[in-house]
T-cell receptor, first 111, second 115 residues
Framework: GDSVTQMEGPVTLSEEAFLTINCTYT??????LFWYVQYPGEGLQLLLK?????DKGSNKGFEATYRKETTSFHLEKGSVQVSDSAVYFC??????????FGKGTHLIIQP | DTAVSQTPKYLVTQMGNDKSIKCEQN?????MYWYKQDSKKFLKIMFS???????INETVPNRFSPKSPDKAHLNLHINSLELGDSAVYFC??????????????FGPGTRLTVL
């Protein structure tokens, strides 16, 4: 079956540091890829997505590129802020299936 | 004008009880989902409904039964609650997609605690 693997953390960075959260996937077909973010006490919000190889999703300074050859969708941000502290989930979906999530990465940004 | 709403937000109950969680979406979506998030934050899909019909039913005990009275609602009934059912349950909705690229919108979650 499909699966998503991501670094679990917690990942602790100083404000304005560069962020990378690695995500790799296994899928039987050609999935769409997503990053969702969960702020404390809230539901999940879509951060960005990519639906085909070499697509780059971007939002709020975050970026991720769909790499079919390495089955990866790493999340990056050039300069993180304290307000970026949250749990980040990499996910995939195929067809009408629901989302398959990674285990989430807890990001802590210190001032 | 909340997009996906769930009630209640918190639910504390005794083992063996039967409880329900309600979900409503006002986005005009035709597919709705239930996810379970455990204490380690791991999210796993439980059910998916499209136009009131069950599409996905992952390996979930049959004590859990989803009910969809119409396209905008997907309720989750849980019978004979067990300690291991304690988790946060999220409802979500999306437009139907054959390619899987549609965004799912999530509700705020219901934290269920079984004592």
């Amino acid at each position: 079956g499909d699966s998503v693997t991501q670094m679990e953390g917690p990942v602790t960075l100083s404000e304005e540091a560069f962020l990378t959260i690695n995500c790799t996937y296994t899928a039987t077909g050609y999935p769409s890829l997503f990053w969702y973010v969960q702020y404390p006490g809230e539901g999940l919000q879509l951060l960005l997505k990519a639906t085909k190889a070499d697509d780059k999703g971007s939002n709020k300074g975050f970026e991720a590129t769909y790499r079919k050859e390495t089955t990866s969708f790493h999340l990056e941000k050039g300069s993180v802020q304290v307000s970026d502290s949250a749990v980040y989930f990499c996910a995939l979906s195929e067809g009408a299936d629901g989302l398959t999530f990674g285990k989430g990465t807890h990001l802590i940004i210190q001032p | 004008d909340t997009a996906v709403s769930q009630t209640p937000k918190y639910l504390v109950t005794q083992m063996g009880n039967d409880k329900s969680i309600k979900c409503e979406q006002n986005l005009g979506h035709d597919t709705m989902y239930w996810y379970k998030q455990d204490s380690k934050k791991f999210l796993k899909i439980m059910f998916s409904y499209n136009n009131k019909e069950l599409i996905i039913n992952e390996t979930v005990p049959n004590r859990f039964s989803p009910k969809s009275p119409d396209k905008a609602h997907l309720n989750l009934h849980i019978n004979s609650l067990e300690l291991g059912d304690s988790a946060v349950y999220f409802c979500a909705s999306s437009h139907t997609s054959t390619s899987g690229g549609n965004e799912q919108f999530f509700g705020p979650g219901t934290r269920l605690t079984v004592l």
